[in-house]
């Protein structure tokens, strides 16, 4: 069975740093395109940042652009969300997503219905 492990949540002061890691298993994680998306409370779940399966290619929405920098490491079959200067609007349950059918090697995915994997998620808390 597929699992997607995230850590690296917390509380953290509003201009800090946190880096969010996601270990795959029982994935394909050489053709998988992997994603982060978060869930404030009372509000939908949205693409934060993603990454293509060859890793060549990313995506960012603009409320995250210039702060957040995802990676990824095929050796460990994990990915990673490096998030700076971040901001008390960014406190959410953060998810880590995972597609490996091999359709987005070098394309990105960025909506929640192109995932078929997804982690059971990590608490990031920024205080102003």
């Known amino acids: 069975q597929v699992q997607l492990a995230e850590s690296g949540g917390g509380l953290v002061q509003a201009g800090g740093s946190l880096r969010l890691s996601c270990a795959a298993s029982r994935v394909t994680f050489g053709l998988a395109a992997m994603g982060w998306f978060r869930q404030a409370p009372g509000k939908e779940r949205e693409f934060v940042a993603a990454?293509?399966?060859?890793?060549?290619?990313?995506y960012y929405p603009d409320s995250v652009k210039g702060r957040f920098t995802i990676s990824r490491d095929n050796a460990k079959n994990t990915v990673y969300l490096q998030m700076n200067s971040l901001k008390p609007e960014d406190t959410a349950i953060y998810y880590c997503?995972?597609?490996?059918?091999?359709?987005?090697?070098?394309?990105?995915?960025?909506?929640?219905?192109?995932?078929?994997?997804w982690g059971q998620g990590t608490q990031v808390t920024v205080s102003s």
């Open positions: 997503g995972a597609e490996d059918s091999g359709l987005f090697r070098y394309r990105v995915p960025v909506t929640l219905n192109q995932y078929k994997y």
């Open positions: 990454i293509s399966g060859s890793g060549a290619g990313s």
